[in-house]
């Protein structure tokens, strides 16, 4: 383990700018995605319906069906957009179906699954266009203000420009490449998707304030070889919380459930360069930097 550890320490010293870099670059890749995204649609992201309003239709059956067949059939009914998903149990049992459209008046889709399937029970929810869109604006504020607290209370702790605006760079990162990867999936993001961003603020920042509190606060090893302590740990941090979202994601039967997860994942996958390479690598820079200046003082003084 000890040789291991040597090896990395020394790989590291080596490559730590040249990591950097290559995460600087991988991540610019996926704000383009987000960008041109944004300049073809509109929009950074395609919202669902508790985002812009429609209906929402979960409906319970008593024989399996295709799903597929389902949206062929009701796609032919209106011009408006139809998605249709599988329900189903952690056990893999096919429930029935989720229908999300943007129409209001849903008269002629609930008679055709009445009609056409065997229903055992039907719920449908309404969300009106205005009440979406205001909806997406409180979530939107909520997501900036817990952003700045966030960035304050980093701030305030570690009272050092540079590296606090390191940590929030890595935030804004491991929220970028999962919008990114929203956009590449084609996934319509719900409210409980927005949430979840929400929840990234937090799940970004506790690797981040490890690192930076090993390589500013402690006093032994070099540089490298805090960052290589922390990273023991954070690295173990993050591949735990990325199992359970993982496991989640693949047992829930619920969309909502299903949407968060993923999110978090993909967050938590960019939370390894974004930290262990990109803030990392920074910092390297700064303490080695500090470390330089310090020295340089130490031997004016002697010489005076």
């Known amino acids: 383990m000890g040789a291991f550890r040597g090896k990395y320490i020394?790989?590291?010293?080596?490559?730590?700018?040249?990591?950097?870099?290559a995460t600087v670059i991988?991540?610019?890749?996926?704000a383009s995605v987000i960008v041109v995204n944004y300049a073809r649609t509109g929009e950074f992201f395609q919202k669902g319906v508790s985002l812009r309003g429609g209906s929402i239709i979960t409906v319970q059956l008593s024989t399996p069906v295709d799903v597929e067949a389902v949206q062929k059939s009701l796609e032919k009914l209106a011009t408006e957009e139809i998605s249709v998903t599988e329900l189903s149990a952690v056990t893999g049992?096919?429930?029935?179906?989720?229908?999300?459209?943007?129409?209001?008046n849903i008269s002629l889709i609930k008679s055709q699954i009445q009609s056409g399937y065997d229903v055992?029970?039907?719920?449908?929810?309404?969300?009106?266009?205005?009440?979406?869109?205001?909806f997406?604006?409180?979530?939107?504020?909520?997501?900036?203000?817990?952003?700045?607290?966030?960035?304050?209370?980093?701030f305030a702790y570690f009272r050092s420009p540079l590296p606090s605006s390191y940590i929030v760079l890595s935030a804004v990162v491991d929220i970028l490449f999962p919008l990114a990867m929203v956009v590449i999936l084609n996934v319509k993001v719900s409210a409980a998707g927005i949430a979840a961003f929400l929840m990234l603020i937090g799940y970004s920042v506790d690797t981040d304030i490890l690192?930076?509190?090993?390589?500013?606060?402690?006093?032994?090893?070099?540089v490298s070889e805090r960052i290589c302590g922390a990273m023991s740990t954070g690295i173990v941090m993050t591949i735990a919380a990325m199992a359970a979202t993982g496991i989640a994601y693949l047992t829930t039967p619920s969309e909502v459930l299903?949407?968060?997860?993923?999110?978090l994942f993909f967050g938590l996958v960019a939370d390894i360069p974004s930290t262990w390479f990109q803030n990392a690598g920074l910092l390297k820079l700064y303490a080695e930097r500090k470390q330089r200046e310090k020295k340089e003082e130490e031997d004016e003084e002697e010489n005076d």
Not at 124 to 133: F, I, K, M
């Open 93 to 104: 049992e096919h429930l029935g179906f989720i229908v999300e459209t943007t129409l209001q």
């Open 258 to 263: 299903k949407q968060i997860t993923m999110i």
């Open 120 to 134: 055992k029970t039907m719920n449908v929810e309404n969300v009106g266009p205005r009440l979406g869109a205001s």
């Open 10 to 21: 020394e790989f590291y010293d080596k490559h730590s700018t040249k990591l950097l870099i």
């Open 211 to 222: 690192l930076t509190t090993r390589v500013l606060k402690g006093k032994t090893g070099t």
């Open 26 to 30: 991988f991540f610019l890749v996926f």
């Open 136 to 154: 997406f604006n409180q979530l939107k504020i909520s997501v900036i203000i817990a952003f700045l607290l966030m960035a304050a209370v980093i």
